[in-house]
């Protein structure tokens, strides 16, 4: 009977072996199936139970400058503030560059030069463990002195199962260092792969890398400036008529603002009867001047003392004929005429006639339908904009749709106060390819866009504008 039960127990041990062998070679293979090394490292801690009975695990990354945490058994997400994940960073302080499986406890503290955090650690954790061990896993092809590694930390509810565990670890870990240089291999992940995981697109990261590219296009990107100000239709010439002389206009010839006129074509006529009057008695003035003076000429010449006469009505001849002169100008100019087509602008027609004008006063104009520029207002402030690289174009309001390209022909060599009590420059721009149609005294927009600067200079020039003002 006593070698019946010895027989039984040989082949429970036996059975248990084989399964806890293909529990090893399961889990060996599955590891090779993670796609990256959080995938890898959940693996480890959470499925290796089903070999190596434990009460909890952690797997550690020692291949930065300080230690992190990769993984814990039965935690979808690792907690780096919790007293756990704490308490296992003092301990690994004194598991960096460890070569083979040990178990930790004081002896091995001691070995370490344990300071008194790792210390109360290993406390923390005896207290739900009777046994701590802790393993590494290195891949094959790593160097011996290669201070790369992970190590894999595993409490223990008794010392037994720690005995017990020390024999299929190390063979387990051997399958997990050969799948760790699989999932460690660059040839086996592309960026897109690395970028499809969970963590890769946390807000913290995604705002660093915001920032980044941010900081690149400060110093790369160049930018046009770009200001956007008032503009109108004028003609090229203005064709303003002022009155010629003083005098009294007698009709409009029935002219009308808005009209179309016509080169050479009566716009009014001045009151030209008190002219004729003037024009009449300086004649007369006139022929009895040289009528003297023939006299006095003829009778100097046995009578001297009336030489100094001739001299005297000569002047009075000169006189006379500028007199003649003059009112033969202004009668000639009674009658005023357009020098060119285009649109009458002669305000009241009605309020004009029989009225006294002045010399120099304005009477009318007349806008031209051809040859229309465009007339810019500039603010001076923005005045640096304007360069020989600078480009304009224009948008009416009436059919913003359709960009007019325009080139410089002249600028104001000093600001104007307009009408809005603005101080501005004002530019004059030839259009290039003007609308057929187009009507003077159209409004629209003007883009001036200046030279190309970097971004971070049009920044920080902005907001130190924008300061000054504040």
Known sequence: MPEGNDLQKELLKARGKLNALSAVLRLGHESFEKKNLIQW???VVNNSVLAVPYSRSALLDFRGLTPKLLAVSNQPEVNSNSEYAINLMYLSRVLAQLSRAVVIDREFLQSRNADQLACDALDYFLETAKAIMAIPIVPPDSPENNKELLVWVIEFENKRSAAAASALLPLLCRHYAE???YALSS???????SLSGRRAFKPSRI???????????LFVVRVRENIATDA?????????????????????????????????MPILKYDDRELTFKLLAVRNEYNKTK??????????????SKRGQVKLLTLQKKGAEIAIARNHWQLQRSEMKAETSGVLNIGDADKLAGRAVHAGEKLFEIVSTENLIALVYLNESNAAIMTPDSTVTLYLHNRPETPIKCGLKRISPKPVLTEKKVFCYLIRLKMLDPPRDLICGQRGIARISGPRIRLGYYLFRNLVLWWRRV
């Open 179 to 181: 799948s760790l240089q």
């Open 187 to 193: 040839r086996r992940k592309s960026v897109l792969h």
């Open 41 to 43: 490292a959940s693996h």
């Open 232 to 264: 109108e239709i004028i003609p090229e010439v203005e064709h303003i008529y002022y009155a010629p002389f003083d005098g009294v206009i007698e009709s409009c010839l029935g002219n009308k603002s808005g009209m179309f006129v016509r080169k050479g």
């Open 291 to 304: 009528a003297k003076l023939d006299l006095i000429q003829n009778e100097s010449f046995s009578d001297v």
């Open 207 to 217: 705002i660093a890398a915001l920032l980044l590219i941010f900081l690149i296009c």
